[in-house]
Structure formats: structure tokens, C-alpha cells
């Protein structure tokens, strides 16, 4: 499915125009989990098979890629199939992507990220100075934010309207190529609230850099949960929030 669509639209600069305009495809998608546990998205209908791994390590539904027996996608629907015997425990423990309840009580049940791995503040700036030239559907659209994953000299972009779900696809294009999570560190754009730090300290990725702010719940999972923080990425500067460590300048 395209990511994008032309329709026609008026435009005023001082007069009226009839023009062609490029926006975002969104769509929304169906995923059924071994049958019995359904979750709706908005998303960009794009990299299905890599949102599907990266939504169930992120939400704990699963804790690795060996145990997702088959995901099947037909159109808008997706189903996965987990063999976990305690399923019906884990998917009670998942905190929506679109609501901030619960996250609280299910940070007990994430864990802290146990990773020594370092960043250059170099690295960290050229990394996002390329998201930022991979962001080709914002550039059309104005409708999109993009995440990227870093591990080793490998970059992974994906975008999509929703930030989370972009976060979601790229983790599970790195869990496909088997990436070690705690050398690697993520890019992208977007806030950063508790939702966001649960999903990555679950896959124990230890360093997020964003273009926007952190939200005081996002900056408590981080700072339990021992990911270092990044926000206000622009130009060549950058606030550090939580567990300034593994940046070195």
C-alpha cells in the first residue's frame, strides 16, 4: 500500500488556486493475537511484518522473536501467533499506546536496562542530521514522524503518522536482523512520555534522543528504568535529562 495519495485542493497566496496536494495515507489495521486478543491502530500502512514483532516485544507480549510462531497479514488485518504458556498473563500487563493509564504500576514490571554502551555526542548529531534526510514522506506530506535505529555502522528509518508505531516498526526490523538492543540507540521525533520509555526498556535499547521535550511521566521510566534521555536534538545542541553516563563529549 502507497504511503501517500494526491488529491485536489485550493491554495491561497493572495489569490486562489486550484492545486494538486500530497498527503499521508493512514489506514486502520486489525491485529489479532493468537485468536482471542484484538488491538485496532491508525497507522501508516507500511512495514506490517516489522510492526507486528516491534508492537509485541514493546508491549511485553512476547520477550523474544523465537517465539512469534507466524504472523500472517491479508489487506488490513494481521494475525500473530505467540507461543508463550503465560499469554493470557502478559497481555494483561499492556498499556496502550494511545492512553496514558496503568503505566505506573506496569513499569514493576519492565525492568532496568543493563547496557555500558557509550555515544559520542558526534555520533549522535550525524545520526540525526541523517533521519532528518530520511524523512522523505514529511518532507511531501507535513504528516509523518520518523524514527530511526542506530547499531553498529546499520540505520534503520521508518516512517509513519503515528510516533509510536514508527518507534514500533523499526525495533522490529532490528529484532528481524537480530541487533543487539543494548548497543544500539534510537532517533526520532516526537515527545517522549512513559508509554514511549516502557516500550524500549522492555527490549533494553539504553539511549532515545528526540527533536521535542520529554513529559514528567516519560522522564520517571526513563530515570528508573536506566535509559538515557535526549531531548531538544537541533542544530548542535541537545538536553540530556536521565543517566548522562553513556554520552561522552
Known amino acids: 500500500m502507497e504511503m501517500v495519495k494526491q488529491v485536489n485542493a485550493i491554495r491561497y497566496e493572495g489569490k486562489s488556486s486550484e492545486v494538486i496536494e500530497t498527503i499521508v495515507n493512514d489506514e486502520e489495521i486489525e491485529m489479532t493475537i493468537n485468536d482471542n486478543f484484538t488491538r485496532r491502530f491508525s497507522i501508516s500502512p507500511n512495514s506490517l511484518r516489522e510492526f507486528t514483532v516491534g508492537y509485541l516485544l514493546g508491549e511485553g507480549l512476547t520477550g523474544s522473536v523465537d517465539n512469534i510462531t507466524n504472523i500472517s497479514i491479508e489487506e488490513n488485518k494481521i ?22 493509564g496503568g503505566w505506573r504500576t506496569k513499569i514493576e514490571f519492565v525492568g532496568k536496562v543493563k547496557s555500558d554502551y557509550t555515544l559520542n555526542k558526534d555520533d549522535l548529531l550525524e545520526a540525526f542530521a ?22 553498529e555502522n546499520n540505520f534503520i528509518a521508518i516512517e509513519d503518522v503515528s510516533r509510536h508505531v514508527a518507534v514500533d516498526k523499526v525495533i522490529g526490523a ?16 516526537g515527545r517522549m512520555p512513559a508509554d514511549m520509555m516502557i516500550k524500549i526498556a522492555r527490549v533494553g535499547i539504553p539511549i532515545i534522543a528526540s527533536n521535542a521535550a520529554p513529559t514528567s511521566s516519560g522522564f520517571s521510566v526513563a530515570d528508573e528504568a536506566r535509559i538515557t534521555m535526549i531531548g ?10 536521565t543517566h548522562p553516563h553513556r554520552i561522552s563529549f
Open 79 to 100: 494475525k500473530a501467533e505467540i507461543d508463550l504458556a503465560d499469554f493470557d498473563i502478559r497481555k494483561e500487563l499492556v498499556v496502550g499506546s494511545d492512553c496514558f
Open 130 to 151: 541523517r533521519l532528518k534526510k530520511e524523512a522523505t514522506v514529511w518532507k511531501a506530506t507535513g504528516g509523518t514522524h520518523i524514527a530511526g535505529l542506530v547499531y
Open 232 to 241: 531538544f536534538v537541533r542544530g548542535n545542541r541537545f538536553n540530556i535529562y
Open 174 to 189: 532490528a529484532a528481524i536482523k537480530k541487533y543487539d538492543f543494548s548497543k544500539s540507540f534510537i532517533v526520532y521525533s
